[in-house]
């Protein structure tokens, strides 16, 4: 058998890897392809037939797929060093728009969601950087460039070893998930939907 999966570089690298990895210990003889794309492009791939399922960041609005979420994350603002000495306790949300920030793309479903947060306060952020992956974002803040936004399950190795710092804020970010797309009426061949029931039930 053969699976065809779109997801981003991220969502690659911190949440399907161990899940890749250890279903191919179970099935040796099942090939995997991932496509690295942002989420928007992802759907755009399974719906042109490209891949059998997509993961992809969460609130999507589209009639034509099936969602499935299927791990819960959470966004935070991290800094490095210097600037973590400077704050004074929690950051408003007025405060943390007047700091460099550095930012995913304008166009990705996790730089939208944030977006809508700091709405809610008639705010809009403005970033110094934006880049294209929560990697280049952290070696960014590591450099001193500013406070950066990414996604905490993917820098808590970072985050334990004191190499960044969250920054405290007082205001919440909702939490949101990661979800599993296919389409509507397009049922998956037999390794696509073992590799999805083996992500659902957490065997890993």
Do not use: W
Not at 82 to 104: C, D, F, R
Not at 178 to 183: C, E, F, H, Q, R
Request: a positive charge.
């Amino acid at each position: 058998g053969e699976i065809n999966i779109g997801a981003g570089d991220s969502i690659s690298k911190y949440f399907l890897m161990d899940y890749m990895v250890k279903f191919l210990e179970q099935y040796p003889k099942i090939k995997i392809n991932v496509k690295n794309r942002t989420s928007d492009k992802t759907l755009l791939l399974l719906k042109q037939g490209k891949i059998d399922m997509g993961f992809v960041n969460l609130p999507i609005d589209d009639n034509n797929v099936e969602v499935t979420p299927c791990k819960e994350i959470a966004d935070c603002f991290i800094t490095g060093k210097a600037i973590h000495n400077k704050i004074q306790g929690k950051v408003t949300p007025e405060q943390l728009v007047s700091y460099p920030l550095v930012m995913l793309e304008n166009k990705t479903t996790s730089r939208q969601f944030v977006n809508a947060v700091f709405a809610q306060f008639d705010l809009k952020p403005d970033p110094v950087m934006e880049l294209c992956s929560i990697d280049l974002i952290v070696d960014a803040v590591r450099k001193g460039v500013g406070i950066g936004c990414v996604t905490r399950e993917y820098v808590e190795k970072e985050l334990s070893k004191g190499e960044i710092f969250e920054v405290p804020l007082t205001f919440s970010l909702p939490k949101r998930s990661l979800g599993i797309v296919t389409m509507k009426g397009a049922p998956l061949n037999f390794a696509s939907y073992k590799f999805v029931d083996t992500i659902l039930n957490k065997r890993k």
